[in-house]
């Protein structure tokens, strides 16, 4: 087991049919969920802000190749109408069911089509490797591979998949993410915990600052673990959201390389993450990455324009590439040893730390590098 | 004349050597400036906020290739000294020179070299087309066209050059523009004028998003026009502003398409600029541009993440090749006609008018495809 089948009680399938994919994910208990911030939400997201208020879900359906987005009456109706189309298959309450809905807005959902997928594979539900590499494959669009993490915890087990690649700027869950875990806890207290797991992690990557209209991340506590140190709990649930966050940002659409940047020294650790993310969005160190090309000026002005203050003749930057590291800026000094930083930017992962020495703060975001592949995938996204 | 030289008292010339070029513009008068927001900013930017509280200049002196930014202290001494050279040569007083770079950040100005550059051309400058084009393409860095815009108003003229082609997303003045009027106005009402003239044309252009480090518009006022109707004067300079915006966006790098966005309805004008901002600024909106895809779902979602409210059921929104225009979304519903949407997209310039219907604020924002030459030029600048 790699992610969610890892966790007692959780039992999935997926099938993929050209864009089109399901899946279908059944667990009982507690849950939490986080939502999108985009003032245009998709009914989806609607739905099951209100439904999410009951605490408990039994099981998850979720689509993709049409993310049901703008798509107003019909669209909510159509939401509602998939999750009793889950709800029969499966035989559970009708507002247990959590539904989600990925892929190109401003279309309606093809319900025959999802019904005859729903009703093919929920017979197939199983707790195995294989039936939760099939879900998360379900769930992707333009993500290349499926996405997944396993956290063993103490005497509990934290899972999730998810999926994303491109409209990846999400400020509450990210595209869409599957949480699991055994542990037995409250869905007040699950809400919470979720709510800082996501801000530390999908909240802090970004593939093209573009914020999707359906991010969602939902997780579910199953209870078959007994209950379990909040504290502990709360670490491993952002470590796999941390995990997961971190595979889409390096499946971000058309990239070759992921981005981690580090920033401390800030007054806050808001204001450190404001700096770091917008440092991972600026095209201009997105191309850089791309191009090896160790251009921390780019770095600096990108730093220099995130709303945080800090003085620029104070900081020093580092360039690692995740084994060794080398100064770049030191004191506000150009002290760049170019072949070991060129040297830096060659492998599949680049970190730049970035220490503003103005307070306590430090967060990471991550990213990745922007390449003629990204506007290949988006240029001809709809046809 | 199409620029400057269409101002009396404006003498300019321009030399380029490979990546190095450097431009003299004498012209005498009252003067003001608007400048990067960055918090790093270049030592030229520095100098040249000082300088320009004492409300005149002389002359202006500027050099691409090399951005004098991040430099520190020998930075802003160096740029003093690139501010001596020319008022060596033309003979005037230093404290009257304005100076301006563009280019790499982190490296040192080859002061022997503009040195050069400046007692070859300082004889040689004229009012006259071929002078104003020389000095227009000598500041030029990834810009392939020189850009230049001359406003005849009532008794008086206003002229710009301006260069920029990456790292757009200005917020003050952009890049680098040099703007001349003859008529008799005094320094605060230009400096006014022009704040307010910058806000609403070089502040409403994103190319990528990257706000620069050298951003400045500086404006001269000869007074060769005598005195003239303020409300006019203003009205010209920020059409005259426009015009040069509107030429930096479409010079943007790699791209091959103009973007408009006119949002309407806004609670404020500046909240109509947020809205029209993002989504001349989202990725995804820049590449289906660049597809030809009338991907409406996008320009919506970016509207509904620029923290401006509205009600996504009740837009408006239009597209326009500039001649005819067609619905796209209406009352919030769908009435794609997707062959005439198409057709929009086609041209060199695409319209599209967001209606928010939530108040009187309108304003019009203008940006580019994003194509892979865009990620070409970046990926390979420094090396």
Redesign the interface.
Known sequence: MKSICGVEGVRAFGIKEGKFGLALIKASGAAAGVFT?????APPIILMEKRIRNGCLDAVIVNSGCAN??T?EQGYNDAVRMGEIASRELGTDPDHVGVASTG???RYLDLPRIEAQCHRIAPLLEHSHQAETLAARAIMTTDLTEKHALIRGDGFSVGGITKGS??I?P?MGTMLAFLYTDADVPASHLSSTLKQAANRTFNRIVV??????NDVALCTATGFAGSVDYGKLSRALEECCRMLAIQIAMDGEGATKLLEVSVLGAPSEEEAATVARTIV????VK??L??E?P????V???????G???D??AVDLRISDGTSSCPL?CD???V?DLAAAKKAMQGKKVIFLLDLHNGPGSATAWGCD???K??????????
């Not at 990204?374 to 046809?383: D, Q, S």
Request: no cysteine; glycine share 14%; hydrophobic share 40%.
């Open positions: 911030s985009n003032l245009v939400r987005a703008y107003g190109v807005i401003g491109g409209m700027a400020n093209d600052g573009d914020m999707s209209t969005s600026s095209p201009l191309t850089a791309y191009g090309d251009n921390w000026g780019r600096i002005a990108a730093a220099g324009r995130a945080v203050r800090f620029p003749d800026v506000g000094k150009i760049v922007l390449t003629e990204y506007v290949e995938i988006n240029g001809r996204y709809t046809t």
